[in-house]
């Protein structure tokens, strides 16, 4: 069997659908940074940032979010501000992003935004694209299986992406296994049975923690801060996909 695992821009996507499903627009976009900390360090209202390990700081302002990190205990920082954003996606949806445009949306906003944003040498206009779930991600014949970002990519607020991609191959992994040499196609399909509605409610994620942010009822968060943090939920993190699939691929298989 054939596995395709290549990305969100994915050629084997085509061969299992047998048409070309384009993405479409989300209404936002990401400007992007990554640099390094040199002049943030030489800054005495960003230095803070970089001295003592990684950090992670948010702004949450009307219908975008800014989020600063860095990384590799400070050495390197990274930005994302994810904005409303109507442009075309038909030519291309990354290239490079204007320093000047970021100005326009943190505008009045909390001054060291503006002192993070100054030290960036150059961005990334990146538009967020969606897809709707697509029918199957398994070809007719049950020979050519799609995994990861090619058969479901995810908007950044999941931030599950890798996780989900991960996950994908340790059920398919199991499904083989117990399918054996004789069962490939039954087990292909079973695989897409077992992962399909839970990748499809964690991808909703994607959009519900963006609105948790850029609809934000501030009164509700005056009075219960935590609940404009990023969900963790349970049923996310807590879940075995490899034992959940050794209990149902029987039956699954059976049902088919
Ligand atoms: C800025 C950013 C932040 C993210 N943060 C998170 C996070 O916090 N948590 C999380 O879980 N996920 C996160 N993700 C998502 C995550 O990176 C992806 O979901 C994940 O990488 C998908 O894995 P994949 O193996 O399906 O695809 P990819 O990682 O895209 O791998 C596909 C591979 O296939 C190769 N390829 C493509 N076409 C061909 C071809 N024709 N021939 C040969 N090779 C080919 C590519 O070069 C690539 O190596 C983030 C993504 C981005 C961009």
């Not at 070309?20 to 990401?30: E, F, I, T, W």
């Not at 800054?43 to 003592?52: G, L, Y």
């Not at 943190?106 to 503006?114: Q, V």
Request: charged share 30%.
């Amino acid at each position: 069997m054939v596995i395709g695992a290549d990305g969100v821009r994915s050629k084997a996507r085509e061969l299992v659908l047998g048409y070309v499903d384009k993405p479409k627009s989300s209404g936002y976009a990401v400007f992007r940074a990554w640099f390094s900390n040199k002049d943030m360090i030489q800054d005495p209202r960003t230095k803070h940032f970089c001295e003592n390990g990684d950090t992670f700081n948010g702004w949450i302002g009307p219908d975008v979010h800014f989020l600063f990190s860095t990384i590799k205990n400070g050495q390197d920082c990274c930005w994302v501000l994810t904005h409303k954003d109507d442009a075309d996606i038909e030519e291309s949806w990354s290239f490079p992003g204007k320093l000047e445009d970021v100005y326009k949306v943190i505008e009045d906003w909390d001054p060291i935004c503006k002192a993070i944003v100054e030290k960036t040498p150059s961005i990334v206009d990146w538009k967020l694209v969606y897809r709707d779930p697509l029918p199957r991600w398994v070809s007719e014949h049950g020979r050519i299986a799609l995994l990861g970002d090619s058969a479901h990519p995810f908007l950044p607020t999941s931030a599950q992406g890798a996780t989900q991609a991960m996950e994908d191959g340790v059920v398919l992994a199991v499904c083989l296994k117990r399918g054996g040499k004789n069962g490939v196609p039954a087990s292909v399909r079973a695989y897409q049975d077992i992962r399909y509605e839970r990748v499809c409610a964690v991808q909703k994620t994607g959009e519900t923690t963006r609105d948790l942010w850029h609809k934000a009822d501030w009164e509700k968060v005056a009075k219960d801060p935590a609940s404009i943090q990023m969900p963790r939920e349970d049923w996310i993190f807590r879940f075995d996909a490899e034992r959940n699939a050794e209990e149902v691929f029987s039956k699954i298989v059976e049902v088919n």
